[in-house]
C-alpha cells in the first residue's frame, strides 16, 4: 500500500496550496472592500502572513488545538485499562514505532477521531459515551479505523486541512458580518462621484460577496470529497488488522443509532470523526455536503465481506454495494488489490447482551467524573462516593451508613473507582484498613496462644513467632503484638 502513504502525501500538499490560494483570493477582497483599489495588495499580504503562520502552527500544534476544541483530556490506564489494552493491540497488529497517546472526551455521543502530525506523534480520541456504550470487539473495530488513519498517513491531512478550513470560514464570516454591519458597499459609493466608477465599484462588491460565500464552500467540499474515500481506505485497513468486521459493523451501527449531538464537535473538525458528530438519528444530509459516507453503506459493505480480511475482498463487497455507480470505481490502490495474502475472518464471537439503559447512564456519568479527576470510593455500605478533586475537608461522611473515611485513604482510591476494574474489592479493603485503628494484643506467656481480632477472626500465633506485628488476612487491620512485661519477682 505504498501507492495509498505517497498519494496521501502528494493529496496533503495539494489540498494544502489550493485551501492556501482560497485563503489568500479572500485576503485580497476583503484588503479591497476595506482599502479600495490597492487594498488587495495588503490583504494578499496579511492574507499570506496569516497561511504561513497557521501552516506552521497546523504542522507543530495542529493536534493540539484539534484537542483542545474537542474538549479531550488526556488520560491514564488506570482510568480505562480496557482502552488502553485494545490501543496496544492495535498498535502491535499495524507496526506503529509508537503508541498513539490516549485522549477522553468526556461527552455521552459516541464517537472518536484520530490526530497528529505523523505516526511517531499521534493521538487517539474516544468520547465516554463510545467506552459506555462498545463491546471490546466494537472498540477494537474503532481503535483499528483510528489507527488506520494514522497508518495511511491521513492525519496530517486531516490536521493540516481542519486548522486551514477553520480560518477560511472564520475570516469568511468576519467579512460578511462587517459588511452587514458598516452597511454593505457604502465604503465603495464614497470614494468616487462618477456614474461608471459607481458601476465598477458595485460590480466588485457583488464579486466580493460571492467570493466570501463560495471560497469557504469549495474548500470544505474538496475536504468533504477527499474525507470521504479516506473513511472507506481506513475501514478496509480496519479489517486487516482486527480481520473481524462485524465488530466495526455493529459499532458503526450503535454510533449511528444515537440521538445526541456531539457538543464540542463543529464543521472544521467534523470530518475529523469516524461518523459525523453533527448528524442526530435519522437526518439526511446530501452526498456533497456530507462529511462521511453514508454510514449504512458503510456498514452492508462490512457485513458483505466473507472470504477474507485483504483488501481484494473490500473492494469486491465495496462493488456489490455501490453497484459499481460510485464516484470513485477503485477504493484499494493496485498494491492492494494485487496482493495475493490471503488473511483469514476471525470468527464471530457471542454478542454480548444490551446494556441497561440507566447502567449505560450511569457507567457515561462515572466515567466522565474519572476524566475530570473525580476521585472515587465504594463504602462498606456499597454506596459509590465522588469527590471533586477541588474536596478540602480532612474527612469524608457516607450518608447511608455514617461512617467516617479520611481524605488521604480515600485518595487511594481514585486510580481503583471506574466501572468494571476487577481489583476493586482488594483497594477497598486497603483503604478501609488505612480508616481502622490497629489492634494490639499482649501475650500470655510463650507457648501457642489464640485471640479473635476485632472484625471476629481467630488467630493463633506459636511460641516461635517474634514479629511485632502483622495484618488481618480478612479486614487488612493492622495487629500489633505486645510481649508480656516481665516483673521484678521473675
Not at 475482498?313 to 477503485?330: D, E, F, S, T
Not at 470510593?377 to 471533586?388: E, M, R, S
Request: hydrophobic residues 40%.
Amino acid at each position: 500500500m505504498w501507492e495509498l502513504i505517497n498519494s496521501n502525501k502528494q493529496k496533503s500538499i495539494g489540498l494544502f496550496i489550493i485551501m492556501g490560494i482560497c485563503l489568500l483570493l479572500l485576503g485580497s477582497v476583503i484588503g479591497n472592500f476595506y482599502a479600495g483599489d490597492s487594498g488587495w495588495v495588503i490583504g494578499l499580504i496579511i492574507a499570506l502572513i496569516i497561511w504561513i503562520i497557521m501552516s506552521l502552527v497546523s504542522f507543530f500544534s495542529g493536534d493540539s488545538i484539534i484537542l483542545a476544541i474537542s474538549k479531550a483530556k488526556e488520560v491514564t490506564p488506570n482510568v480505562h485499562p480496557q482502552l488502553f489494552n485494545v490501543v496496544e493491540e492495535m498498535k502491535i497488529a499495524s507496526n506503529l514505532p509508537k503508541m498513539p497517546r490516549i485522549y477522553i472526551i468526556p461527552d455521552t455521543a459516541p464517537n472518536a477521531f484520530a490526530t497528529g502530525r505523523n505516526p511517531e506523534k499521534s493521538s487517539i480520541a474516544v468520547t465516554a459515551g463510545l467506552l459506555s456504550q462498545l463491546n471490546r470487539d466494537e472498540l477494537q473495530g474503532v481503535i483499528a479505523h483510528e489507527t488506520a488513519h494514522i497508518l495511511n498517513r491521513d492525519i496530517l491531512f486531516m490536521t493540516f486541512s481542519g486548522v486551514l478550513l477553520g480560518s477560511i470560514v472564520f475570516l469568511s464570516h468576519i467579512f460578511l458580518r462587517s459588511m452587514w454591519f458598516s452597511g454593505g458597499g457604502s465604503r465603495f459609493r464614497s470614494k468616487s462621484s462618477s456614474k461608471s466608477s459607481g458601476q465598477l465599484q458595485m460590480i466588485m462588491l457583488v464579486a466580493s460577496l460571492v467570493l466570501a460565500i463560495l471560497a469557504p464552500i469549495m474548500a470544505r467540499l474538496l475536504y468533504f470529497a477527499i474525507s470521504r474515500k479516506r473513511e472507506y481506505l481506513a475501514d478496509a485497513t480496519a479489517i486487516r488488522l482486527t480481520r473481524y468486521p462485524e465488530g466495526l459493523a455493529s459499532a458503526l451501527e450503535k454510533i449511528s443509532q444515537t440521538d445526541i449531538r456531539l457538543a464540542s464537535a463543529n464543521k472544521a473538525t467534523a470530518a475529523l470523526y469516524i461518523a459525523n458528530p453533527l448528524n442526530k438519528k435519522g437526518s439526511r444530509l446530501s452526498n456533497l455536503t456530507n462529511t462521511h459516507p453514508p454510514i449504512d453503506e458503510r456498514i452492508r459493505i462490512l457485513r458483505s465481506i466473507s472470504k477474507g480480511a485483504n483488501y481484494i475482498n473490500y473492494q469486491n463487497a465495496y462493488n456489490r454495494v455501490k453497484g459499481n455507480q460510485g464516484l470513485i470505481p477503485n477504493i484499494i490502490p493496485p498494491s492492494g488489490i494485487s496482493d495475493p495474502s490471503n488473511i483469514l475472518l476471525k470468527k464471530k464471537t457471542k454478542a454480548e447482551s444490551r446494556k441497561d439503559i440507566s447502567k449505560t447512564h450511569r457507567d457515561v456519568g462515572d466515567l466522565i467524573r474519572a476524566v475530570d479527576k473525580y476521585f472515587f470510593i465504594q463504602c462498606v455500605c456499597g454506596l459509590k462516593i465522588k469527590i471533586p478533586p477541588d474536596f478540602k475537608k480532612s474527612t469524608l461522611h457516607c450518608p447511608r451508613c455514617d461512617r467516617f473515611w479520611k481524605v488521604p485513604a480515600v485518595e487511594l482510591s481514585a486510580f481503583r473507582g471506574i466501572i468494571g476494574d476487577k481489583s476493586l474489592k482488594k483497594t477497598i479493603s486497603s483503604i478501609e484498613a488505612h480508616n481502622m485503628e490497629p489492634f494490639v494484643y499482649e501475650r500470655k506467656g510463650s507457648g501457642w496462644e489464640t485471640f479473635n481480632c476485632s472484625c471476629g477472626d481467630v488467630k493463633q500465633i506459636s511460641p516461635t513467632f517474634s514479629k511485632s506485628q502483622f495484618v488481618c488476612s480478612k479486614c487488612g487491620r493492622k495487629i500489633t503484638i505486645k510481649k508480656k512485661e516481665q516483673t521484678s519477682d521473675e
